[in-house]
């Protein structure tokens, strides 16, 4: 199959290239026809591939791409989960080249080149491995298990409408593992496999004080400043060793076992190029935890945006009528995002100053998760990572969020396999988001292996 990818390495990538040209973007209403576009065209390439149903499943939100290929009723299923949708590019002018002109550029931790576009890694370039790993495996007749596919567009914003369908589809979708690549190696000489995933809630709060702006000469003093109570609240949602202060935030956290913590500080880690890399002097966080641990193990609260008064050109001397503010908070296990949500908001009202009116608003959050490393599904995925970058790969913790996974177990019935090649540096979420050709093709390269030790494993 090697040699299948080599000779079409270059249409690969020109493929791929054309995906991320397709500005879909799910927070945005104005990107919904490109929404539709982007389905269109990864449900053709699905065909093309070779599956042999493929259809475009409209929801009350973005549609979902379904597509599966029964080669053999014995033989086992994986389905394949991602999604299609991206976030927003704002702010465009933080952009070195255009967010959705795709341009393949060297770069010192991808010097055989990544291509720059939002979604190259987050998570087009990783779902577009998937279909071109069954497209060779087709072509090869070496397909060792049946797949189904299941790619989503509102992945970013929640996955609001896909609990609905997969509850309404749960004949349609039977299988016996999910493999996900829409998570991170350490680094591209060392091959690692995320054992778990941290958990989301995501709030709006809105502190209001006066019914219009007002003159800061004329009310200033004599009026409270929204902007300033915001500040203040906001200011108080941690203490000074780190920790969040929410009443109850931490009743439920499991604390991992010394030998865990051990395991995960195994991993290769320079903390002083982790600093340069972000143009950082110091780390920051809770007390009593390392870096990664932090990231990884450790629940969070942060600010994701704050806005209120005159941020125009030049001055202009208000006392604004409201201060605004997205707060997001990633969770680990036992938390509950509904129950830490409750928690919030009741914190939060509690600790607004008597001066202002406050409102708190739930955009979305998804549950943390955790996969067993003695399982079929994650021995494969660590048998086929070893085999593929030639050395014995880590287990790890991801510090980010999939908040349909800990649902696919609920509903489903099924583990999920997270099987990332995207770098933690690769500006997910950020300007200037990449993705390097060698994860793209290592992750095509990769993927067939699994399928191979998963239908070994599963006899």
């Known amino acids: 199959m090697n040699n299948y990818l080599e000779e079409n390495k270059q249409r690969f990538l020109d493929e791929l290239i054309e995906f991320l040209k397709i ?46 290929k029964i080669v053999d ?142 003159h800061s000469g004329v009310y200033g003093g004599a009026v409270a400043n929204p902007a300033n109570a915001l500040s203040q609240m906001i200011a108080s949602l941690h203490d000074a060793e780190g920790k969040v202060t929410v009443k109850g935030f931490y009743d439920k956290v499991i604390e991992l076992a010394a030998e865990e913590r051990d395991a995960l500080e195994a991993a290769p880690f320079n903390e002083e ?84 009116k406050v409102k708190v608003s739930r955009h979305h959050g998804g549950q943390p998760y955790v996969t067993p490393t003695d399982s079929v599904g994650y021995q494969a995925a660590f048998k086929a990572m070893e085999e593929a970058f030639g050395k014995t790969p880590v287990p790890t913790r991801g510090g980010g969020s999939i908040p349909i996974v800990a649902l696919f177990e609920e509903v489903l019935g099924l583990k999920s396999i997270l099987f990332g090649f995207g770098l933690d540096s690769d500006a997910l979420h950020s300007p200037n988001e990449h993705y390097g050709l060698f994860n793209y093709y290592k992750g095509i390269e990769a993927i067939p292996l699994f399928y191979k030790y998963f239908a070994e494993l599963s006899k």
């Open 23 to 68: 500005p879909s973007v799910s927070a945005d209403p104005k990107f919904d026809a490109d929404m539709q576009n982007a389905a269109k065209w990864v449900s053709t390439k699905l065909s093309e591939a070779g599956m042999n149903t493929v259809e475009i499943c409209e929801t009350a939100g973005q549609p979902v791409v379904y597509a599966e």
């Open 73 to 214: 009723s014995s033989f086992p299923t994986i389905l394949v989960y991602g999604h299609y949708d991206v976030q927003p590019a704002d702010p465009y002018e933080l952009w070195d080249s255009p967010p959705f002109e795709p341009v393949v550029k060297k770069t010192k931790i991808h010097p055989d080149g990544a291509v720059f576009a939002r979604g190259a890694c987050d998570d087009k370039g990783q779902i577009y491995m998937h279909v071109k790993a069954i497209e060779m495996m087709v072509n090869s007749g070496e397909l060792p298990c049946n797949v189904k596919v299941m790619f989503e567009g509102e992945e970013e914003v929640g996955s609001e409408n896909l609990e609905t369908f997969i509850s309404a589809n749960k004949e349609k979708l039977k299988a016996d593992i999910i493999l996900i690549s829409d998570t991170s190696i350490i680094a591209n000489d060392i091959p690692s496999v995320e054992t778990g995933l941290r958990g989301l809630a995501y709030m709006e709060v809105e502190v209001v004080g006066p019914n219009r702006d007002l």
């Open 273 to 356: 190029d982790y600093k340069d890399d972000l143009d950082v002097n110091a780390v920051s966080g809770e007390k009593g935890y390392t870096t990664r641990e932090r990231a990884a193990i450790r629940p969070t609260l942060d600010v994701n945006g704050i806005w209120s008064g005159y941020i125009g050109e030049g001055s202009k001397t208000v006392l604004p009528s409201k201060a605004n503010a997205k707060i997001s908070m990633r969770l680990v296990p036992d938390q509950d995002w509904k129950e830490i949500s409750d928690l919030f908001e009741a914190h939060f009202k509690a600790i607004a100053p008597p001066t202002v």
